[in-house]
Structures are given as structure tokens and as C-alpha cells.
């Protein structure tokens, strides 16, 4: 295991389709996060699972957004309907469960999703 | 690849010398800091985090130092080389980092 993986890498839909992103997190870590970041600035949460359960949700997660990771292990983030103002870069992060310094708060390389 | 942060501040320096990325943060109760750099087309990498109950922490080639009156934050970079250009984010939570909030990111251009 050498680090989260993300995929697609690349996605360009057009507008209302739906998509769907997947995350396979570092295999000992069990929480779970996704990010979504535009260009010129930094990451904003959107949701974070601790095993199976999703703990918390950002407002910027609308009704369209829905994330599930049933197994505790890989996570799936779906958009329904997609809008132009939903490109960005779709980042999933992984972290042992906290305590200490230096919680492994690791970073996938994201999905860019481009709608058209 | 991509490029992030196409109007984020710029941080220009020579080969070699010290470099200082500022930031400021806004939450007095955030307890846990990351300095994260990303370069194009990939996700944030991890450098160093600090706590709360800490004002200083040295890594290899990398400082960071936490203010916590004025609720700044620093990263220091030693004898700075080309492949650390890229654009570096501080970032900040008040729950045990289970939720970061990022700063607006400042790029490094490191000229040979």
C-alpha cells in the first residue's frame, strides 16, 4: 500500500450527468476524508467517515453530493446532475484515528472533474 | 500538469537561501497546525504539523513557529532548493484534526 489512491484521475462530463469518484485510503487507516479544492485555493472539507459511519458533513455538501463507504474501506463520492460550478479537484485524504502529533493525515492526488 | 493557485501570493527566492511562508489563522481554538505543499496536478503533501501546546518544531531542512497571541503561523525552509517550489497551504482544526480548514495558499518559486 503506498499511499490513497483515486480514481479517475480525469473526468470531463457533460452537465446533469452523474459521476461518480472513487478513494481507496491507506489500508490501516480508518477515517476517511473528502475534500474538494478550486483552482487558487485550498482545500475545503466536505465529509469524513470514521469506519462505515459518516460523521460529519459540511454545508457545502448539497443534496446532489452523497458519499458512502460501506465496508470501512474504499469510499465512493457521487455527484447527481452535475453543474458547471461543480468542477474543481475532488480530494480524498485518509488518517489513523487521531492522537498525538503527526496524525498521517495523508492526501490522494484528487479527481479533476470538469463539467461541460 | 495543472497548475494550482494560478493568483495566490508569490514567494520568490534564490537557490540556497532561507525561506519564510507566513500565515494567519483565525479560529483562537483551533489546537492542531499542518503545513501541506502541492504541486501541480497532485494533492497536498504533508511537511510538518505543530500543536497548540508548542510554539516551535523543527523537521528536516523545515521549521514551524506558532504564535499563538496574534494566531500566526510560519514555516521555514533551510538552504531552499528547486524542487521546493511549489504552492504551500498552512492549515488549522480545533477537534483532533478530523476536519482541516486551509489557509489561501502562498507560491514558492525557487530561481537556480
Known amino acids: 500500500d503506498t499511499g490513497v489512491s483515486q480514481n479517475p484521475r480525469h473526468k470531463i462530463t457533460k452537465r446533469g450527468q452523474n459521476v461518480t469518484f472513487r478513494c481507496d485510503p491507506i489500508?490501516?487507516?480508518?477515517?476517511l476524508y473528502w475534500y474538494r479544492q478550486t483552482l487558487g485555493q485550498g482545500p475545503e472539507f466536505l465529509t469524513y467517515?470514521?469506519?462505515?459511519?459518516?460523521?460529519?458533513k459540511s454545508r457545502l455538501l448539497s443534496d446532489r453530493f452523497s458519499a458512502e463507504r460501506p465496508k470501512g474501506s474504499f469510499s465512493t463520492l457521487e455527484i447527481q446532475r452535475t453543474e458547471q460550478g461543480d468542477s474543481a479537484m475532488y480530494l480524498c485524504?485518509?488518517?489513523?484515528?487521531?492522537?498525538?502529533?503527526?496524525?498521517?493525515?495523508?492526501f490522494g492526488s484528487g479527481t479533476r472533474l470538469t463539467v461541460v | 500538469g495543472e497548475s494550482v493557485g494560478l493568483h495566490l501570493p508569490t514567494l520568490s527566492v534564490q537557490e540556497g537561501d532561507n525561506s519564510i511562508i507566513n500565515c494567519a489563522y483565525s479560529?483562537?481554538?483551533?489546537?492542531?497546525f499542518i503545513w501541506y505543499k502541492q504541486e501541480s496536478g497532485k494533492g497536498p503533501q504533508f511537511i510538518i504539523d505543530?500543536?497548540?501546546?508548542?510554539d516551535k518544531r523543527q523537521g528536516q531542512r523545515v521549521t514551524v513557529l506558532l504564535n499563538k497571541t496574534v494566531k500566526h503561523l510560519s514555516l521555514q525552509i533551510a538552504a531552499t532548493q528547486p524542487g521546493d517550489s511549489a504552492v504551500y497551504f498552512c492549515?488549522?482544526?480545533?477537534?483532533?484534526?478530523?476536519?482541516?480548514?486551509f489557509g489561501g495558499g502562498t507560491r514558492l518559486m525557487v530561481k537556480p
Open positions: 485524504a485518509s488518517s489513523p484515528r487521531g492522537g498525538g502529533q503527526g496524525y498521517g493525515y495523508t
Open positions: 489500508s490501516e487507516h480508518n477515517r
Open positions: 467517515f470514521q469506519n462505515e459511519a459518516q460523521l460529519e
Open positions: 479560529n483562537s481554538a483551533s489546537d492542531y
Open positions: 505543530i500543536r497548540s501546546n508548542m
Open positions: 492549515a488549522e482544526s480545533g477537534n483532533a484534526g478530523n476536519m482541516l480548514t
